[in-house]
């Protein structure tokens, strides 16, 4: 896997995948890159997907701040050593935030698809909040409906796994936790590219009425729904993809 080197030095590894216009992939609390599964096999082919582990997770280096503001200068990083010049940001939680992070500050985004993510950090439930970053089977709790919990076993199994292999270790992911609490975006007036907000109906850690909230806040914002929790993406799947394909098709080359 290619490294990219952050302004600070810290390295930083990613991956490339498809071809066609460039969709980079950012990471919510404590996750590592296996949270985009369910969407990567959907994206790669139609667009260049480029994941990469933030610092402090996986096999990017372990070395701070893990702020909102950092992980959207990692991504430029990122970005940039991939060659990617333009590029369509979608972001999950954490990620969607540091997604609007990155518009208000460079240059390469063409728009932004925001999953679970609200503008300002006191919309997210700290207790929620902290449940999704404990260890164990718990943690997805908030993150996933008792009736997905139960009907796909292996599915879980599976997600415990590429936990304990990639996800970051408990001191990053409270430093993300409390990164994710404490941003806020301002001005989101001035953030006047395409913009997808996705939300899980009955999301514990933002709640659906912040996502609402933050598509009336963007110029070019759309509010769309779907059944499940805080990764509804992953619980949803399908109709999350459906959704973000047709966005990203129909904003692309814009």
Known sequence: ??????????????DAAGEGEAVVLLNDVGFGAWLWGWQHAALAGPFRVVTFDPRGVGRSERTGPHTVERLAAD????LAAAGVRRAHLVGAGLGGRAALAYAREYGRARSLALLGTTLDGDRVDP??????????????EPCLTPAFREDNPDV??????????DDA???????????????????PYEVTLPA????GE????????????????LPEGEFHAVEGRHLA??????????????????????
């Open 1 to 14: 896997m290619p490294t990219a080197t952050a302004e600070d030095g810290v390295e930083l590894f990613y």
């Open 169 to 187: 270790p408990p001191a990053v992911r409270a430093a993300q936790a409390e990164a994710m609490r404490g941003y806020a975006c301002e001005a």
């Open 156 to 165: 879980l199994a599976g997600i415990g796994e590429w936990r304990a292999s």
């Open 233 to 254: 993406f992953v619980e949803q799947s399908k109709a999350a993809n459906d959704a973000l394909a047709g966005f990203l098709e129909r904003v692309g080359g814009l």
């Open 75 to 78: 991504c430029e990083a990122v």
């Open 196 to 199: 997808l907000v996705l939300h």
């Open 202 to 217: 009955s999301d514990p850690v933002v709640p659906a009425a912040a996502g609402r909230d933050l598509a009336a806040a």
């Open 127 to 140: 207790d929620a909040l902290e449940r999704m970053t404990r260890d164990g089977p718990e943690a997805l």
